[in-house]
């Protein structure tokens, strides 16, 4: 079993974006929330059944969800024991932090990987109830990276 548990992808429309997925691929999707992080407001929605979720985030220009060029696959998100050392050992992989929501108060972190053209998401397994509550109520605990098990690999 992996730590991994969602794909996001940024969207400018929200509804457009889960009425594709559903009318595309039959995808059920809870209600939408409104969230603000620093500066910026934005849209967040996931899908309905449990993991792996899809999330589609609506967020304005100029934000860590920044889709005024357009929908894009945006990352892959993983729960983590320890998100600061999650981070410092993808950063020593050559794998650098495009985006943190720690100083806003939210442990998770965002890591650019080049060779997927996309980003890895670190999210504090601490959040995990609160995720669960709001997204798949009754759903089953997800696994997390022990990241004191994964030492930074030399060379």
Known sequence: ???????????????????????SAGVEWSAPHSDRLGAWDYRIVFSAGGPPFIELIEGPAGSPWDASQGARFDHIGFWSEDVRQGSRRLEHEGMPTDFTGCPYGRPFAYHQVDSIGARIELVDVGRQAAFLDRWHPGGDPMPAVAEDARPPQEG
């Open 1 to 23: 079993m992996t730590a991994f548990y969602h794909v996001c992808f940024v969207v400018p429309d929200l509804e457009r974006a889960m009425q594709d997925f559903r009318r």
